[in-house]
């Protein structure tokens, strides 16, 4: 693996030993989920992609996709 550089954190001189754990697990946390969304593709894109922009984000942010409302009735017809 090549060196990479990550997010970063800052502590005090004050940490206590369980928030420096704390924070090196969090950050290690961050790099796996970073990783992850780098590697996974929707037909053949980065969907998840840690560095689209925030500004193509922001074109889309608006189009969902729900599941339509469904009624008890409806449950039922379905039933054998």
């Known amino acids: 693996m090549n060196k990479q550089r990550g997010g970063k954190a800052y ?22 989920l970073h990783e992850a ?4 593709l929707y037909r053949g894109r980065r969907v998840y992609g840690p560095h689209v922009d925030v500004n193509a984000l922001w074109e889309v942010a608006e189009r969902y996709d729900i599941r339509p409302l469904r009624t008890d009735s409806d449950l039922v017809k379905e039933l054998p």
């Open 11 to 32: 502590m005090t001189a004050y940490a206590t030993d369980s928030e420096l754990v704390q924070t090196v697990w969090g950050l290690y946390q961050s790099y796996v």
């Open 37 to 40: 969304r780098e590697t996974s």
